[in-house]
């Protein structure tokens, strides 16, 4: 079964970094995309940025420049790698995975950016 663990969030002044990671485990193929969501409260949930095991890499326009994602293949494992924080970046941070069409979603890690 397949169960993805996010961690890494927290509170964080503006400005300032974070970086979430999220294993995944029970994955039979690498061959997979992997995607790292965001939902605040009142909003829809948003791709934040995705990454696929060829390293094809997407990301959300209001994050370009500030934020990273990257992965490792061999832990199945995707990181987020959050600069320059503001606070609109305030969400529930979710990871996600596709695998040959199989959705998978972790629980979700709270990212709050506030003085």
């Known amino acids: 079964q397949v169960q993805l663990e996010e961690s890494g969030g927290g509170l964080m002044q503006p400005g300032g970094s974070l970086r979430l990671t999220c294993a995944a485990s029970g994955v039979s193929s690498s061959n997979n995309v992997m995607a790292w969501y965001r939902q605040a409260p009142g909003m829809e949930r948003e791709r934040v940025g995705e990454?696929?095991?060829?390293?094809?890499?997407e990301y959300a326009d209001s994050v370009k420049g500030r934020f990273t994602i990257f992965r490792d293949n061999s832990k199945n494992t995707v990181y987020l790698q959050m600069e320059s924080l503001k606070p609109e970046d305030t969400a529930v941070y979710y990871c996600?995975?596709?695998?040959?069409?199989?959705?998978?979603w972790g629980q979700g890690t709270q990212v709050t950016v506030s003085l």
């Open positions: 990454i696929s095991s060829r390293g094809s890499i």
């Open positions: 996600f995975l596709n695998s040959y069409g199989n959705i998978y």
